[in-house]
């Protein structure tokens, strides 16, 4: 898809902000420092439309991003900051839970995941998560240009295996660094708007 525009429509706490309409929504989650950020600027070609805003001590916010009139991405707050005191973990898992169990137009989740290591437990809660409410999931395994390509296959296997991913998923070889899988995850993204 060629992104004409893309910008912040609103930094959401509760459902009453979420924006209103019935455009088709796709959110993005993954631990922190992931490349989550990274991920959303390259699909969106800008540079810093997206800033990692999941350290502790900030507000965690679902970040609205009106894409060509047509669709959102919603960015969830990172998990698995080590840092995080009990109660933000909770008001942070509320937050997720409202939303993903409210949101009609919710069409699939985006998990990044980090190809070069095996999804951490984090990871693996939060794709057990979603698939306990149905929600598709497109996994988004990133940094891909940080391993040789000759390995490519082995690690994506890893992730599957880890995550006992559903083969009704789909899953994507990503590199904000080279923009490899960038077309790829967006024809996943377009196949699912209409569903
Ligand atoms: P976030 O916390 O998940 O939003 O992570 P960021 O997008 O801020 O990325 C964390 C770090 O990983 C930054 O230093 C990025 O430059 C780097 N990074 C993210 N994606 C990639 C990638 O595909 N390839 C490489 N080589 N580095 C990446």
Known sequence: M???SADIVISAV???QYPEGALPEFALAGRSNVGKSSFI???????????TSSKPGKTQTLNFFIINEILYFVDVPGYGYAKVSKTERAAWGKMIETYITSREQLKAVLLIVDLRHPP???DKMMYDFLKHYHIPVIV???????????KWQKHLKIVKETLEF??????????????????K?????QAYMNK
């Open 2 to 4: 060629k992104v004409t």
């Open 14 to 16: 509760r459902p009453s």
């Open 41 to 51: 600027n390259k699909m969106l070609n800008r540079k810093a439309l997206a800033r």
């Open 120 to 122: 951490s437990a984090d």
């Open 140 to 150: 988004i395994a990133t940094k891909a240009d940080k391993i040789p390509k000759s």
């Open 166 to 183: 559903d083969p009704d998923d789909a899953i994507v070889l990503f590199s904000s660094e080279t923009g490899e899988g960038k077309d």
């Open 185 to 189: 995850a967006w024809s996943i993204i």
